[in-house]
């Protein structure tokens, strides 16, 4: 097997790249960035702290109510979408 060149910019980004790794684990391992008030375990996205945000989201959306589809109709067109989009960017490459 021939050995790989390594240049300046292929060495700078593989020490960027596992001092960001690096950096993450730390973070993760020390449980930096998490408030102790509130425990939302690792889902805790941005949003989590702020208080009352259930009251933001209108639930009644995806209901079959006004809009007459249940709710795996939207989960098809979601994955349906991704499929389509995935297909189209397989297709560019």
Same mark, same amino acid.
């Given at each position: 097997?021939?050995?790989?060149?390594?240049?300046?910019?292929? +060495?700078?980004?593989?020490?960027?790249?596992?001092?960001?790794?690096?950096?993450?684990?730390? +973070?993760?391992?020390?449980?930096?960035?998490?408030?102790? @008030?509130? @425990?939302?375990?690792?889902?805790?996205?941005?949003?989590? @702290? +702020?208080? @009352?945000?259930?009251?933001?989201?209108?639930?009644?959306?995806?209901?079959?109510?006004?809009?007459?589809?249940?709710?795996?109709?939207?989960?098809?067109?979601?994955?349906?979408?991704?499929?389509?989009?995935?297909?189209?960017?397989?297709?560019?490459?």
């Amino acid at each position: 097997m021939a050995r790989r060149k390594w240049s300046f910019w292929g +060495i700078a980004a593989a020490v960027v790249g596992l001092l960001a790794v690096a950096a993450a684990v730390y +973070i993760m391992v020390h449980g930096l960035g998490l408030n102790p @008030d509130l @425990d939302y375990g690792a889902g805790a996205y941005y949003y989590a @702290d +702020i208080p @009352d945000y259930e009251k933001t989201l209108d639930w009644d959306t995806y209901s079959a109510g006004e809009a007459g589809l249940p709710f795996w109709v939207y989960l098809l067109f979601f994955f349906g979408w991704g499929a389509l989009v995935w297909a189209v960017w397989k297709r560019l490459g």
